[in-house]
């Protein structure tokens, strides 16, 4: 049973309230004209003869007494009943007023805490985590309870908008930093395994040291991405997620030349940043031939419109996956079994900034396990 909301709860005690003031003065009134009810006529029963002669004229009086205590009766029922009945319907025009009246006030009285819900509600719906938290309730009115929670819950949106920006500019002022010694790391090594009189150990070590340099700034971009992928666009172009995923699918399958892609490419349009959506397919290809079986492996890609919206799909054969570890493939730095990323396979990140990057376009990204091993992951964005 759906229960009802505060608005109607309260209408509902105010309207009982006021009926049962209504019945009780109803009540007492009733009782009070019943007691000092003055005699019709201005004579009381008083006034006449308690005995009679056995006269005609005594016969006459108790006749007149019989009557008169008749027409008293019948005059005093006749007003109690007309006290009731008019006083009852009074009371339920005057109540059905107060109920209208009631729903009126409780609802300008709730018109703050909807106020505060909706804002809530916009920031919880962002596409991206910390996005609407700029919003604020900025309630006025005067210093009551409920500006007081309104108050509060602007300091915390406050405090959270702050620790979201301050971590997103971290990690980009972190990548940015690390970028340059990288870049000089990679430019000494290169410089010393290309001289002419560097021996063939030289250039092992150098190359090694180019991997590990490579495989950092692989890293670094990463971070990078994911960094400006939390942020909202502020300029989209015309996008075809099907000559993205074209382009794409060439340059990412050159890695795994050894598995199969199929490739099932209809006009998908949408609209956004193109480097960003490049990276997107890019990332779900690659994790795709990376995470494969070792033969007779294939990677299907698909985009076309579902239901109006621009989809990709990206199917592969791999190792069985449990349907709960696939939302942790979605944490940065996390795989399978929520183990951290180790070893040369990869750093955690593709997952994570695809959905970071569908999350800005407005759109989503999911994942399920295929039952013979192997994941189907769904990009879905607005249309153009």
């Not at 007492?28 to 004209?33: I, K, P, Q, S, W």
């Not at 405090?159 to 000494?188: K, Y």
């Not at 109006?308 to 069985?320: A, D, F, I, M, Q």
């Amino acid at each position: 049973m759906k229960r009802l909301t505060i608005r109607a709860r309260l209408t509902l005690i105010y309207g009982g309230l006021f009926l049962l003031a209504g019945m009780v003065l109803l009540a007492v009134t009733y009782v009070l004209v019943d007691q000092r009810m003055p005699q019709p006529f201005g004579v009381s029963l008083r006034d006449l003869p308690k005995t009679a002669p056995t006269t005609p004229s005594g016969q006459n009086v108790d006749n007149l007494r019989a009557l008169l205590q008749e027409v008293q009766d019948e005059a005093k029922r006749n007003a109690l009943e007309s006290l009731l009945t008019q006083g009852g319907i009074a009371l339920i025009v005057v109540s059905t007023v107060a109920i209208a009246f009631g729903w009126l006030l409780a609802g300008r009285a709730l018109q703050p805490l909807l106020q505060i819900t909706g804002t809530a509600r916009r920031i919880a719906g962002a596409d991206t985590a910390g996005r609407g938290l700029h919003e604020r309730i900025a309630l006025t009115g005067p210093p009551d309870e409920v500006r007081e929670l309104a108050d509060t819950f602007d300091e915390m949106l406050e405090r959270l908008d702050r620790s979201f920006d301050g971590q997103r500019r971290f990690v980009a002022n972190a990548s940015h930093e690390l970028r340059t010694p990288l870049a000089l790391n990679r430019a000494l090594v290169e410089l010393a395994i290309t001289r002419p009189d560097a021996s063939a150990e030289t250039r092992r070590l150098g190359e090694s040291l180019l991997a590990v340099n490579e495989r950092h700034e692989r890293l670094i971009d990463g971070l990078l991405t994911l960094a400006d992928s939390e942020n909202e666009l502020t300029e989209r172009t015309p996008v075809d997620l099907a000559e993205v995923c074209a382009h794409t699918t060439d340059q990412a399958g050159k890695q795994a030349p050894g598995v199969r892609v199929r490739r099932a490419l209809a006009p998908a349009p949408t609209s956004g940043d193109p480097v960003l959506l490049e990276r997107l397919t890019f990332n779900l290809v690659e994790n795709a031939l990376r995470h494969n079986l070792p033969a007779d492996g294939w990677v299907e890609v698909r985009t076309g419109l579902v239901d109006g919206r621009p989809t990709l799909t990206v199917t592969n054969t791999g190792p069985v996956i449990p349907g709960y570890d696939v939302e942790t493939m979605f944490q940065p730095f996390r795989r399978l079994s929520r183990e951290r990323v180790v070893g040369a396979r990869g750093f955690g990140l593709g997952l994570s900034i695809v959905r970071a990057v569908a999350r800005a376009h407005g759109g989503t990204a999911e994942a399920q396990p295929r039952p013979d091993g192997g994941l189907i992951v769904t990009v879905t964005v607005p249309p153009a």
